[in-house]
C-alpha cells in the first residue's frame, strides 16, 4: 500500500487581468473525498483541472506525491483519472477499441478482466463493440467511468459526475466514489448535494475571491 | 513506444474517417494540374521546375498536415490525449504520423512531377535523394509544430499558410537551390553549406518544437 | 521634460543636417559630406533608412525578449511589453522597405529587385503580418500571449538563416553587401567625419525616439486591458 498526497499552496488563477480564486490551500495525504461546491462560473472545473495538473496556475503550486516523493508533470497522467461532461472519446472508435488504445499510448497492460468488469458495472458489456459514435449521452458519461478507473489511478477528479445519467447511474456513482475513497484521492466539483453527500470535507469557491 | 501507439491510433482513426489522406490526394492532383494548364505549350526552364516542385509541396502540405493537431481540438479530444499522455509523447506521436504523411505526399508528387515534367531532369540523384529527405523531415517538423499552434487559436485552416510560410520560408529557398544544384549536376561536395543549412534547420526547429510545444499544449 | 527638448533639437538639427548639407567632391567644411561613387546624392537617405532599419531589427529583439519572459513569468504586462514592441517594429519595417524601395528607384532603376537585404525584409514584414494575424484570430488573453510568444520565438530562430542563406542565393546590391563593387562597409571608409556623426546622431535620436514611443504603448495597451476589464464587469 503506498502512501499518495495531494498538496495545493496558494493557488490563484485569472484568466486575462480577471481573477477566479485565490489562495487556496490544502493538503489531502489519506485517501478521501473532497469536494468542490460554488456557484456557476466561479471555477470548479478550472480548479480541478488545475488539480489534475491538465491546466497550470498563474500562482501557486500543486504537488502530487508518491510516498513523499513528488510525481513529476511528465509522468502524472498515468496516476490520474478524470471524468467530466466536456470530457470526448473517440467517436469513431468502438467502446473496447478507445480503451485498448489508452492503455497502449499509456504504456500499461491492458487488463482486460478489469475492464470486462467494469463495463459490465457501468452496463455497458454487450455495447462494447458498437462505436461510441452511436451511444447516447449518458452511454458516454458511463464509458469515461471506466476510462478514468481502468488503470487504477491514485487520484480521481470527478467535475460534474452524474450529468447525463439516470438514477441507476448516479447510484453506481455514488458507490463508486464511497469504494474508491477508501484507496484513492477522490476530488469532486459539483452543486448537487448529492454528489457531495460522501465528501469528508467542501471547499466552497465562494470564500476564495478577493 | 507510448508515441508509437499514438501513432497507431492516428493511422487507424485516419483509415476510418479519411480526414488528411482524401483531401491531400486531391490537392496534389489540383496543384500540378494548374501548374500545367499554366504552362501550356511554352517551354520552362529546368530551374524553374525545381522552383514548381516546391510550391506544389508547400501548398500540398499546407492542405493536410494542419489536421494532425486541428481533429483533436475540433472534436474536443485534446483533453483527453492529455490525460493520457505527456507533451513530448503526443508530439512524438503526431510528428511520426505527420513525417508519414509528408514522406507519402511527396513520394508521389516527385513520381508524378517527374512524369508530367519532361524537363524535371534530375543529374545529380544523390543530392536531390538528400534534399528531399532534409527538407522533408523540415517540412513536417515545422508544419507540425504550426498545426498545434492553429488548432489552440481555434481556427480554421486560412492561418496555417500565413504562419507557416515565414518559418518554412528558409528551408524552401534553400531545398529550391539544392533541387536547382542537382538538375544542374553539380557535385555534393560544392553543395555541402546549403546541406548543413538545412540539417541546421531541421536540428534547430525540432529542439525548439520540443521545448515550446509543453507551453502550447497545456492551456 | 528636458530630454523631451532634447530630442526635439537633436531630431531636428539631424533632419535639417541630412537633407541640407551638401555633397562635393572633396569636402573641406565640416558641414559638407563627401562624394561616394556609386551613390552620390542618394547617400543622403542612411540618416533615415538605416535608423528605421536598425530600429525593425530591436524591435523584433524586444518583441521575442518579452515573449520568453512571458513564458517564464506569465505576466501579461510583458505580452503588451512584447505587443507594443512589434508595433513599432511593424511600422519602422515598413518605413524602411518604402524608404528602400524609392532609394533603389534611383539607384538601381526599379522598386524592388530582389536583393539580398531586401528580401529578408519582405520576410521580416512577413512574420509581421503572420503574428498580428495570429494575435488577432484568438480571442482569450492568456491564449494569445502564449501563442504568439511562441510564434516570435521560432519566427525569431529563422532569422540567423536568412542572414546565412540569402548572399549565397542572390547576389547583392545594397552598398555594404559583402560582393558590392565599391567594397567595403561605407560606414567606416566612405564617410568622412561630419558625415558620420550625423548618422550617429540620427541613429541615437531615432532609438529614443522608439522607446519613448514603446514606453507610451506598452503602458496604454495595459491600461486599456484594465479599463475593458472594469467595463466587462460593470
Known sequence: ?210 | MKSYALFQKDFHSELRTRYAINSLAMFIIVAISVILFSIGNENISPGLTGGLFWVVIFFSAMSGLSRAFVSEEERGTSLTLQLIASPATVFTGKLLFNMILVFLMNIIITLLYSMLFAEFIIQNYLLFFLTFIFGNIGIAISSTLIAAIIAKAGSKGTLYPVLSFPILLPLILTSVQLTSFSIDGIPISEAVFELAIVVCYDIIMISASYMLFDFIWKD | MIWKIFLFLLLGFVSVAGIAFPIVQSPTKWYEFPFIIGLEQNAKIIFFHVPTAWLTVIAFLMSTVFSVQYLRKKNLDYDAKSYAAAQLGMIFCILATVTGSVWSKFAWGSFWSWDPRQTSIFALLLIYGAWFALRSAIESEDKRATLSSVYSIIAFLTVPFFIFIMPRIMTGLHPGSADDTNAGPIVDFKMNPSMQLIFFLSMIGFTILYFWMWNLGYKSIILNEKINKQLTRG
Not at chain 1, 480564486?21 to 473532497?34: D, E, R, S, W
Not at chain 1, 460554488?38 to 471555477?43: A, L, Y
Not at chain 1, 480541478?48 to 491546466?55: D, H, T
Request: hydrophobic residues 40%.
Open chain 1, 1 to 210: 500500500m503506498t502512501d499518495f498526497s495531494l498538496q495545493a499552496h496558494s493557488l490563484q488563477k485569472s484568466f486575462g487581468r480577471r481573477l477566479v480564486f485565490c489562495g487556496i490551500t490544502f493538503n489531502l495525504n489519506k485517501p478521501g473525498v473532497l469536494g468542490i461546491s460554488g456557484p456557476n462560473g466561479s471555477g470548479k472545473s478550472t480548479l480541478i483541472k488545475i488539480l489534475a495538473g491538465i491546466n497550470s496556475p498563474t500562482k501557486g503550486q500543486v504537488i502530487h506525491s508518491d510516498n513523499g516523493k513528488e510525481i513529476i508533470s511528465e509522468k502524472i497522467h498515468n496516476y490520474i483519472g478524470f471524468v467530466s461532461p466536456y470530457l470526448v472519446l473517440y467517436n469513431e472508435f468502438s467502446a473496447w477499441e478507445n480503451l485498448n488504445y489508452f492503455a497502449l499510448i499509456r504504456n500499461i497492460s491492458f487488463d482486460k478482466s478489469k475492464v470486462e468488469s467494469l463495463l459490465d458495472q457501468f452496463l455497458l458489456l454487450n455495447r462494447k463493440d458498437d462505436l461510441v459514435k452511436a451511444y447516447s449521452s449518458g452511454m458516454k458519461q458511463r464509458l469515461k467511468f471506466i476510462f478514468a478507473l481502468m488503470h487504477s489511478p491514485a487520484f480521481i477528479f470527478l467535475d460534474e459526475p452524474t450529468s447525463n445519467l439516470d438514477d441507476e447511474g448516479k447510484q453506481t456513482v455514488y458507490n463508486l466514489i464511497k469504494s474508491e475513497s477508501e484507496k484513492a484521492i477522490v476530488v469532486v466539483a459539483s452543486n448537487e448535494r448529492n454528489d457531495l453527500a460522501n465528501c469528508n470535507e467542501v471547499l466552497d469557491l465562494n470564500y476564495y475571491k478577493r
